[in-house]
RNA sequence: GGGCCGUUAGCUCAGUUGGCUAGAGCGCCUCCCUUACAAGGAGGAGGUCAUCCGUUCGAGCCGGAUACGGCCCACCA
């Protein structure tokens, strides 16, 4: 055949010579002075940790769809692609790799070659990760690719922790952690999985003082060893067992340490156990939170920190400082038992926490952080969504933001890790007569100026450190922090090094950049064309995991950076009026319009695939067993409004992975492929002639209505982010109306000279609009077939009917739409009619188990309306039906 | 413990505001390699829509309860 198209559709031969030519072309790349309406997505940065599976596929093709159907609708299209460097994960990657090979610690490489090495790995899976990316077929604009950690970022970076620690948002405050003693880094809670842990409640006995009215009182815990570092015990004020003995004090154990017993009735619960409970503020949230609620009462308690970096006892353990944590626990129980202080050990089974990273557990621990401070920038961010400026898709994910930004939690953002961007802060001891601040409410003051278009900034926060008390007038050791302007030059950094500033040595949270993504990856803070044409983004599409991690946090810093700082509330009624007051400005400080949560892919057994479980599957894999487009189609097949979608997978003898899910798209492909062949083989032999509307017959109708009610369909589908519907819409209108009934309902006309013209026009159009229609999701086989179209028949467009711009590729041709006047009821309805008869027939000559290419004898009673129907389409039921009709008797009356 | 989601054919999932005989893909059965396509065509079997109660002329869909599964959050010394 003269259309070269060989029998079966081959991806591997026709994918990477499409993704040659829209590169060469500069299809992706996105002008910021070209016109139409901007669209903007920014990829959710992956993971540099590892490469992408499937969960990574499908989100990447759904944005792909979003952003090829405006591209071809005449928006602006700009897809931003890019890779977060991660830090924590990254990191521990790493550093599992060079023990395992190398059976090293990053303390023997140093600072320095760890993070070399990192860099490496970055260099490896970056490429690795974007080529997936490419594979897939993304359109992203890959002359903007960015990394977390690039200089252009790391800029926006500096800018945004100065502007923080000016305002008064960054501070450093001494606060308990999650503590992972393995990496030695503090954790956040979202980082914390919890374990059932089967070990035993200890019901320890603390003598009590100098009272005769008890012995002593008896408290129970999991962690007997965090008793060396006990301040109190305390009771609920309204339980007549002890309130008498609020004010009075015990004798802790082991330690001989004399401690108040006090009343806290919120930590206290007089229902359960004893009706005491040990406080151990440096080692329990729960005991820290006593503490701080105490710190200005006149039973304020103490804070003992017990533990090292490293998860040994410290010096405050006297006796047992140096051992490990399990090894305190016992020799403390033993040593309990041999002064008779244990009352009793019962077994107990309870939930620890455990470092998503290195899994062990972690420690509470008292340490000096980083925190931001939530509530002026949470507020204006919860007013968004409350006021539907930023819509989440499906609609019930707003309630996990809301509710988990609405608690207004401090974020800790210093991390003791070397492989993320430096805290841009040095710091300085001190000494001096004032207490300039109290660390408990961690104020500070900032003092920083500008001078000649330069900040030349001293900004400090003064601390206090002697010797526990902060009460008299003896002197202060504290220490000065500095933070440069972003903008400041080595000079400045030489200045305060020389004055013997130290920078501090952690880094940054990852998720401080990553909340910067989309005002960072545009330029900013440089006023760049990108940025004033691309932001605010269009819609954020993403897994419904970091809708706390992630989004919450772009819509505040955000509004922050973007909103000049201007929408900082301390309540809700502040926020409310702001942002009511200022709705237009708002809108251009907000990071995206809609916020579209896509379904999770679990593999085989229900798990979320995931790089730290191991469990993902490479979507280059399906790739090569069943194609881009197939892998693309069937991922958006899946992506219904219920979320978790199972996804069997089987592995093939060379270690690759495969599923079957992927025939429906690959069999998709394959139909279209041959469809096209049909086609363009019929349209390439009959000469081309206007076309005559009149001549057209039921099925041409029929087909054309059906196809504007597809366009229709997979509009709305699209516009309300359900891809689901949109590939349905698809595959019914190809497979069951286009191959099924019109093609094969059109082949004697094409074969006829006083048909064949007016027939391949509508043919031709039909197929021109499918390829339009399927091109966002599956792009490599529509755009091949295009090109082939284009040289066979140049001129295709039904005038007034059907219309949209032609382009040499059909990336850049317009999406189609179809005039209203195409949809024809009575085409549909006769037509359908027919439908059921020829199925009748076909279920009959089934039944008989007739030979499909015998014909068969029929003889119709039908109502006259319906008879007269038949009668005009006798040759299209005698082809379909494989038979020939006799008779067709006009029945009295309509039958039900 | 609080919140959210789910439970529809053997499997994976649709089912829009309550309304004809509850759908699709895969799998299964029968016939067919008909010059676009066997990765295909034609036909078929298979579901008391988790359970119970209620609202309604009418419930897969609305309300309540229960069971099971999943996710998020908070965790009681």
Not at 191 to 206: D, N, P
Not at 679 to 689: D, F, K, P, Q, R
Request: some cysteine; proline content about 6%.
């Amino acid at each position: 055949m003269s259309t070269e198209l060989p029998r079966t559709y081959d991806p591997s031969s026709v994918e990477p010579e499409a993704y040659r030519i829209w590169l060469e072309e500069k299809c992706f790349h996105a002008d910021p002075s070209a016109p139409g309406e901007p669209y903007t997505i920014v990829i959710p940065p992956p993971n540099v940790t590892g490469a992408l599976h499937l969960g990574h596929a499908i989100n990447a093709t759904l944005q792909d769809i979003l952003i090829r159907r405006h591209r071809m609708r005449g928006f602006n299209t700009l897809w931003v692609p890019g890779i977060d460097h991660a830090g924590i994960a990254t990191q521990a990657v790493v550093e599992k790799q060079l023990k395992e090979k190398e059976n090293l610690t990053r303390h023997d490489v140093r600072r320095e070659g760890l993070v070399e090495r990192i860099w490496a790995w970055k260099q490896q899976y970056a490429d690795r990760i974007l080529e997936q990316l490419k594979r897939m077929g993304s359109s992203c604009d890959w002359d903007r690719t960015r990394f977390t950690l690039d200089e252009m970022l790391a800029r926006a970076v500096r800018e945004t922790f100065f502007k923080l620690f000016r305002d008064g948002l960054v501070y450093r405050g001494k606060r308990l952690v999650n503590w992972d003693v393995f990496l030695q880094t503090s954790v956040s809670d979202d980082e914390i999985y919890h374990e059932t842990v089967k070990t035993s409640l200890w019901h320890l006995r603390y003598p009590i003082v100098d009272d005769a009215r008890a012995t002593h009182m008896v408290v129970a815990t999991t962690r007997p060893e965090t008793m060396l570092g006990d301040t109190a015990v305390a009771v609920h004020s309204q339980d007549p067992r002890w309130n008498w003995a609020i004010g009075k004090q015990v004798e802790l154990p082991l330690t001989g340490r004399r401690i108040p017993i006090i009343a806290d009735d919120i930590l206290v619960d007089p229902k359960f156990g004893s009706g005491v409970v040990k406080v151990t503020p440096a080692h329990d949230p729960n005991d820290y939170a006593v503490w701080q609620r105490h710190q200005d009462q006149p039973d304020a308690i103490d804070i003992l920190n017990i533990l090292t970096p490293d998860g040994r006892m410290n010096e405050n353990a006297g006796a047992y400082a140096g051992l490990r944590r399990d090894a305190a626990r016992k020799k403390v129980v033993e040593d309990l038992t041999a002064q008779g202080l244990l009352e009793k050990e019962e077994p107990y089974e309870t939930q620890v926490g455990h470092s998503d990273r290195s899994k062990t557990p972690i420690e509470p621990y008292l340490s000096d952080q980083w925190f931001v401070k939530m509530a002026p920038l949470a507020e204006p961010a919860l007013e968004v969504v409350r006021e539907k400026l930023i819509q989440f898709v499906p609609e019930r994910y707003a309630q996990t933001y809301l509710s988990w930004l609405g608690e207004k939690r401090d974020w800790p953002i210093s991390r003791q890790l070397w492989w993320g961007h430096r805290i841009p802060v040095w710091s300085k001891k001190g000494t001096g007569h004032e207490s300039k601040s109290d660390p408990a409410q961690s104020s500070e003051a900032i003092w920083w100026q500008r001078e000649n278009d330069k900040w030349t900034a001293r900004g400090c926060v003064h601390w206090m450190l002697q010797s526990g008390s902060h009460t008299g007038d003896e002197m202060f050791e504290f220490i000065s922090y500095v933070c440069p302007p972003p903008a400041a030059d080595q000079n400045l950094i030489n200045e305060l090094e020389a004055e013997g500033f130290v920078q501090d040595p952690d880094v940054l949270d990852t998720w401080f950049s990553s909340a910067l993504w989309p005002h960072s990856t545009l330029g900013w803070p440089e006023e760049t064309p990108e940025l004033k044409t691309y932001y605010p983004t269009s819609v954020l599409v993403t897994s419904r995991d970091i809708i706390t991690l992630w989004v919450a946090r772009m819509v505040m810093m955000g509004i922050y950076n973007m909103g000049h700082g201007e929408f900082l509330a301390e309540s809700t009624e502040e926020a409310h009026s702001k942002i009511a007051n200022r709705k237009s400005q708002i809108k251009t400080a907000i990071p995206f319009h809609d916020v579209y949560i896509h379904p999770t892919i679990l593999d085989g057994k229900g798990e979320r695939m995931s790089k730290s479980k191991g469990n993902g599957v490479d979507p280059v894999d399906i790739i090569e067993t069943h194609g881009a487009d197939a892998l693309r189609f069937t991922l958006s097949n899946m992506a219904t409004e219920t979320q978790d979608v199972r996804l069997p997978v089987k592995m093939l003898p060379d270690g690759r992975n495969t599923s079957d899910k992927f025939d429906l798209g690959r069999n998709f492909c394959n139909k279209l492929w041959n469809a096209a062949r049909f086609a363009l083989g019929n349209l390439e032999s009959i000469a081309a002639e206007p076309v005559d509307e009149s001549r057209w017959t039921v099925a041409d109708r029929w087909i054309l209505s059906r196809l504007a009610r597809t366009l229709a369909e997979a509009d709305a589908a699209l516009g309300s982010y359900r891809f689901d519907t949109y590939a349905k819409a698809c595959y019914d209108f190809f497979w069951r109306d286009l191959c099924d009934w019109y093609v094969e309902a059109v082949k004697p006309a094409l074969k006829d000279p006083n048909r064949a013209a007016q027939t391949a026009n509508v043919l031709a159009t039909a197929l021109d609009a499918t390829l339009r229609l399927m091109h966002p999701v599956i792009p490599f086989i529509t755009e091949t077939i295009w090109w082939r179209l284009n040289d066979i028949r140049p001129d295709r467009s039904i005038p007034g009917k059907i219309s949209g711009s032609t382009n040499k590729r059909l990336i850049l041709s317009a999406w189609p739409t179809a005039d209203k006047s195409l949809i024809d009821e009575e085409a549909e309805s006769v037509f359908s009619r027919l439908q059921e008869l020829i199925g009748a027939i076909r279920n009959i000559r089934n039944e008989y188990k007739v030979n499909p290419k015998k014909s068969v004898a029929v003889s119709i009673v039908a109502p006259a309306d319906a008879a007269r129907q038949i009668e005009a389409n006798r040759a299209l039921v005698e082809l379909l039906a494989v038979c020939s009709i006799g008779e067709i008797g006009a029945a009295l009356e309509a039958t039900p």
